[in-house]
């Protein structure tokens, strides 16, 4: 839905009247635990693609946004099956851009301009029996299997379906999901879904053609159980199947080994098995873990990411891939890639400035198939610095910038910068 400035206003008024309404037709649960915000985001994105064969206007995507959120949650009703609403209501205007130089951020006109403004509306009716919850509805999962792009871009990416969500054994969490339609983070329509097209080595078996956008799916379906061994190790499992395109099996350990004096080593381990489901060839397997050394303010970590089969990572378009080599523009997830990552974090909390963090990552890619002679390699550097005010006036206001830098052969040479202002207003 694109908006105009009536439509704003309509849209937020509309969530608004939904959260006076409730009073009257809830319970003192339904209220008492909910849980409202109004989101203020400001975002300005600029991505040199360092393509020589492009133009200047080409060549340089800018653009210069800002983000209304309202979010609600509610709690749930009383009774045996308590009940409950959630509302998600967004609107996003463009406060610079320019003809070719858009950066995925706006949906676009046929003319290559942006549009000026356009809008997010969602809501997820849910229920509660005893410690199971089933959500319909607007879904934002942040699953292995299934990781929708939250910040990306100005709004979030959002799917509709259904996740019913047990934790009736203590320690043990279970899910079912369907979903049937995605929208994506720079889109007013909600629509099938894709699979992403690493390196070019996705074949559809039956035209013989390479895998495009037109190749779509109505159906993701997911399984998946994680289990709290204890305090220090979690593992689960998971399974998804995107219809027609590709089935997916996840297997993931983490464990937190305390050493004392503000120290401790953590080990992330994630191994999947992708294969074909339908016409789409798919043959995949994912080795990435990843060490993590605490000490004191600082974490220093260590990840190596390995890619075997006919083809690479497989995962919905749009999405996170669940890749420990995932970082801000690339997932290192090409067929026969292996990739390397060193990590530093530190918070300034440690010299007197709470509040003040900082990341920088280096991960480098090689060996990755990209249908040629040449060998695909590449290597990306991000900087992350993020200070969120403590007290006073602007307390729960953020500022972060985010610069990248990219140069690949296997998908294309980036420098990136984005600078980010968000400020969170409680309502409830």
């Avoid at 969602?122 to 299997?145: D, H, I, N």
């Avoid at 996170?320 to 990590?343: C, H, I, M, T």
């Amino acid at each position: 839905m694109i908006f105009s400035p009536l439509a704003r206003a309509i849209t937020l008024a509309t969530a608004g009247s939904m959260l006076l309404a409730i009073p009257s037709l809830a319970s003192a649960d339904f209220i008492k635990d909910s849980k409202a915000n109004l989101g203020f985001r400001n975002l300005y994105m600029n991505q040199d693609t360092r393509d020589a064969a492009n133009t200047p206007a080409n060549k340089t995507k800018a653009e210069w946004s800002q983000a209304f959120i309202l979010d609600y949650k509610s709690g749930f009703t009383e009774g045996t099956i308590g009940v409950g609403l959630d509302v998600y209501a967004a609107t996003g205007i463009k406060l610079d851009s320019g003809p070719n130089r858009t950066a995925d951020t706006f949906p676009q006109r046929s003319n290559g301009k942006s549009v000026d403004n356009f809008g997010k509306l969602g809501g997820t009716a849910k229920a509660k029996l005893s410690e199971t919850v089933l959500q319909v509805g607007t879904l934002m999962p942040r699953l292995p299997l299934l990781q929708a792009n939250l910040e990306g871009r100005l709004l979030p990416q959002m799917f509709t379906g259904g996740m019913l969500t047990s934790n009736e054994i203590d320690g043990l969490t279970a899910r079912l999901g369907h979903i049937d339609r995605v929208n994506q983070r720079s889109s007013t329509d909600n629509e099938s879904m894709g699979m992403n097209r690493l390196a070019k080595n996705l074949i559809n078996k039956k035209t013989g053609n390479a895998v495009t956008k037109n190749d779509t799916s109505g159906s993701f379906d997911l399984a998946s159980l994680d289990y709290k061994w204890n305090d220090a190790l979690t593992t689960g499992y998971n399974f998804g199947r995107l219809e027609d395109m590709y089935k997916q099996h996840i297997v993931t350990a983490l464990h937190v080994l305390p050493l004392g004096d503000q120290r401790s080593l953590k080990t992330d381990l994630r191994v999947s098995k992708s294969s074909s489901d339908g016409d789409i060839r798919v043959d995949n397997k994912a080795f990435s873990g990843m060490v993590t050394y605490a000490f004191g303010f600082n974490k220093l970590g260590l990840g190596y990411q390995k890619m075997t089969g006919n083809t690479g990572y497989a995962y919905i378009l749009g999405t996170d891939p669940f890749l420990v080599n995932y970082v801000a523009n690339r997932e290192f997830g090409a067929k026969d890639e292996k990739s390397w990552q060193v990590r530093h974090d530190y918070n300034f909390a440690g010299l007197g400035i709470p509040g003040l963090t900082m990341f920088n990552r280096y991960v480098k890619g090689t060996g990755a198939d990209i249908g040629s002679a040449t060998e695909g390699r590449e290597w990306e550097r991000d900087l992350d610095v993020s200070y969120a005010f403590q007290e006073g006036s602007l307390k729960n206001f953020n500022v972060r910038w985010r610069n990248s830098t990219v140069r690949s052969n296997v998908n294309k040479d980036l420098d990136d910068n984005r600078l980010i202002l968000a400020y969170t207003l409680p309502l409830l």
